[in-house]
């Protein structure tokens, strides 16, 4: 079996891991006990490119449960857990491409490598996969049904492609999904982010200043975890939107010019690049952390700060240290790539429980619904997020109310009033 890990022998390590992080996906394994009697989708190629975590291991072994020939490699350089991409391997039989701090040219490399069966269907964090389908493999297109994709990033390529009316298939937008970005983007991120920074510095987090830009669903989530933690938190928008929302959420909200200048650890969430640009650096305190949460390393420009520094050295691992030019030092962490990922374990099992019951059953959706769908980006079907709601809620013990049916037939006519 063709694959490309870093140390087969770190294979133990990581099933414990893969265990530990199932214990706490009660939904997917609710899934997986159906998929296993079901087989729906069974001989069906899969290429998933996502975080390479204990989490995404678990998602693959309910893929492989349902009969699917599944694949996997990494949806960031920095993300994969090397013990868990060992175990997959050696353990279960699933081929994959991943190495923690893999270059760009291995990293793609990877993808080329994942899609090598000729998939059906394609998983994405991000759509790189969808765009080396569609453009150094485009021979591979003719036998894909469908897909689906995991993260807002992603998203937005996508309906572009769409848009511009170059999408070869379906996907589905597992982030639209409830079930998906109010929890996952929002706690877990939040969570996770907090964490990455915490592992990578170790500071102290009450009375800092801590910058969040952009307030969706990542930064409320940041936002809200950082300022439970002590931290004065401010925010930077660019949409008056969720600009004001932050400011009645109890936030301090102000443009990235006034906020370099005050900010002890600044935070970009936005899907967005150049968000912390050269003269943001310029207006920096020394002793500045920066990071980014975004899905891409585009957020902070790493190249203007480069330009600034006499010399940088990694001062600790995740944390580079950046000596400008007028004698400050800023410091970088994870190279601008996902700092929860990277210097942390990604979001919590109990969260991605959701996003990945999201991805297997939009999964096999796609396969009994290929025929219908046309060459566009489509929501997760409502009754498929809702049953994902009511699945986790039974597994959390939690028990709630019924309409009657005097309520529904309120809820549903308009001739009742005053
Ligand atoms: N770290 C993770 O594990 C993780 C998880 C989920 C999503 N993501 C990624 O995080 C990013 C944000 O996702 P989201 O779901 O919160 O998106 P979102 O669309 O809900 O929010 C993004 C916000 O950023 C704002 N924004 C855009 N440009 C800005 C700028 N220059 N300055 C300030 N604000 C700006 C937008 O107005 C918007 O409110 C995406 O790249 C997504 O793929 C990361």
Redo the contacts with the bound molecule.
């Keep these: 079996m063709k694959h490309d890990v870093k140390d087969l022998a770190l294979a133990d390590k990581g099933e414990l891991r893969i265990e530990w992080a199932r214990q706490n996906m009660p939904v997917l394994m609710a899934i997986q006990k159906r998929f296993e009697k079901e087989k729906p989708l069974k001989g069906v190629r899969i290429s998933a490119c996502l975080?390479v975590t204990t989490e995404t291991a678990n998602l693959m072994l309910v893929l492989q449960a349902g009969g699917a020939e599944a694949q996997l490699c990494a949806s960031n350089p920095l993300s994969t857990q090397d013990d868990v991409a060992a175990a997959l391997v050696k353990n279960h039989n699933i081929p994959t491409f991943a190495i923690k701090g893999e270059n760009n040219d291995t990293y793609y490399q990877h993808i080329l490598d994942c899609l090598s069966p000729g998939p059906q269907l394609t998983m994405d964090d991000?759509a790189d996969t969808v765009s080396v389908l569609h453009s150094k493999k485009k021979e591979l297109l003719k036998d894909v049904i469908g897909g689906t994709e995991e993260?807002?990033?992603?998203i937005i390529r996508l309906r572009s492609m769409a848009a511009e009316g170059v999408l070869a298939y379906p996907i589905i937008a597992v982030?639209d999904a409830n079930t998906k970005?109010m929890f996952?983007?929002r706690y877990?991120?939040g969570q996770?982010?907090i964490d990455g920074i915490i592992r990578a510095t170790n500071v102290l987090l009450a009375g800092q200043k801590v910058v969040v830009?952009?307030?969706?669903?990542?930064?409320?989530g940041v936002a809200q975890r950082a300022k439970g933690l002590g931290a004065h938190v401010i925010v930077?928008?660019?949409?008056p939107l969720?600009a004001l929302e932050a400011v009645m959420d109890g936030f301090e909200v102000m443009s990235?010019e006034e906020a370099a200048k005050i900010g002890n650890i600044f935070v970009?969430?936005?899907?967005?690049k150049?968000?912390l640009a050269k003269r943001h650096f310029e207006a920096m305190k020394s002793g500045a952390i920066v990071c980014n949460?975004?899905?891409?390393n585009v957020e902070i420009d790493i190249p203007a700060l480069e330009a600034m520094t006499n010399s940088r050295r990694m001062i600790r691992e995740f944390v580079e240290e950046y000596n400008t030019k007028d004698g400050r030092k800023i410091y970088l962490l994870a190279d601008g790539r996902?700092?929860?990922?990277s210097a942390a374990e990604?979001?919590p099992a109990m969260v991605m429980d959701m996003s990945f019951a999201n991805q297997a059953l939009a999964a096999e959706f796609v396969k009994n619904n290929a025929k219908k769908l046309q060459k566009q980006v489509y929501a997760v079907p409502p009754e498929i997020d809702r049953e994902i709601a009511r699945l986790k809620l039974e597994t959390m013990g939690v028990k709630i109310d019924h309409l009657s049916k005097e309520q529904e037939h309120y809820l549903s006519s308009w001739q009742e009033g005053t």
């Design positions: 975080h991000g993260t807002t990033t992603g982030n970005h996952d983007n877990g991120t996770s982010t830009s952009g307030y969706g669903w990542c930064g409320k930077t928008e660019v949409d969720p990235m970009t969430v936005t899907g967005n150049g968000v949460s975004g899905h891409f996902l700092v929860n990922l990604g979001h």
